[in-house]
């Protein structure tokens, strides 16, 4: 009934030119000059006109790379950010093999994989991740919550070059 119910919220969305997943705003990563916008992937969210609506994607990112070092600091920035309850973050190294489709949505991709090592991120004005890393391709996987109860997962792509 929830599959049915999600699929008929999505397609009446889609015959007014927007998807649920518009409704949700992005977040950002800037490290040094280079910025990324993220991918909206699961979420449960109450738009303003008072209704609620919730989607399960798995891990998703942009098809764009943002390119770093290996010792880099990422600088958070999300949409309400002053209301957020809780932040976790993990960095989850990736191949091509594991794409999981590229042309269901432009611009995005859904990846085959799972979540480990989910860390907190202490909430302040200024959201920073320091990480060492290896280089090659990950995905950063931010989950944010929100007091209004709003949830959202946000996902990045990173390349770390040596």
């Avoid at 998807?19 to 738009?47: M, N, Y």
């Avoid at 991740?129 to 792509?157: C, M, Q, R, T």
């Amino acid at each position: 009934m929830y599959r049915f119910l999600f699929l008929a919220l999505f397609v009446s969305t889609l015959s007014y030119g927007k998807s649920l997943f518009d409704e949700v705003p992005t977040s950002s990563i800037r490290v040094g000059k280079a910025e990324q916008k993220s991918v909206v992937g699961s979420f449960c969210w109450h738009p303003e006109d008072g209704s609620h609506f919730c989607a399960d994607t798995g891990l998703v990112s942009p098809q764009e790379r943002i390119k770093v070092k290996s010792n880099s600091v990422f600088r958070l920035k999300m949409p309400n950010q002053e209301n957020l309850r809780a932040v976790q973050y993990t960095f989850i190294p990736v191949t091509n093999e594991m794409i999981d489709s590229k042309e269901e949505y432009p611009g995005r991709y859904n990846w085959q994989g799972g979540i480990s090592e989910i860390q907190e991120l202490k909430l302040s004005r200024r959201l920073s991740i320091k990480k060492k890393l290896e280089p090659g391709v990950y995905i950063l996987s931010i989950s944010a919550w929100w007091k209004n109860y709003d949830d959202a997962n946000h996902g990045f792509l990173i390349e770390v070059t040596p």
